[in-house]
Nanobody
Framework: QVQLVESGGRLVQAGGSLRLSCVVS????????MGWFRQAPEKEREFVGA????????NYAGSVKGRFTIPRDNARNTVYLQMESLTSEDTASYYC???????????????WGQGTQVTVSS
């Protein structure tokens, strides 16, 4: 059983930066593509970005491209979401996910964390 635990969410001012972490246990970390999604109140869960198994290939949503990056540390079974130039539009619960490929549809991902809240004050 693969378990994902996110951390790092908090209140941050607009224009600020934040790094979320997701630690994975169980299974083989490098067997999975890792992704981040977010969900704001009364909105559907949306793709933020993903990184391939070896940490080389990445894909980002247009709304975060150039501001967010997703490094992964295979030695620590950890993937991060580094967020820069945050705006109120980035306020959401952020979820880490693991799965077989870099799909933007959340239904294609296999394992999920419990989420961590990011609130950006303007």
């Amino acid at each position: 059983q693969v378990q994902l635990v996110e951390s790092g969410g908090r209140l941050v001012q607009a224009g600020g930066s934040l790094r979320l972490s997701c630690v994975v246990s169980g299974g083989t970390f490098t067997a999975n593509t890792m992704g981040w999604f977010r969900q704001a109140p009364e909105k559907e869960r949306e793709f933020v970005g993903a990184i391939g198994r070896q940490g080389i290939v990445t894909n980002y949503a247009g709304s975060v491209k150039g501001r967010f990056t997703i490094p992964r540390d295979n030695a620590r079974n950890t993937v991060y979401l580094q967020m820069e130039s945050l705006t109120s539009e980035d306020t959401a619960s952020y979820y880490c996910a693991a799965g077989p490929n870099m799909h933007i549809d959340p239904r294609e991902w296999t394992w999920w964390g419990q989420g961590t809240q990011v609130t950006v004050s303007s």
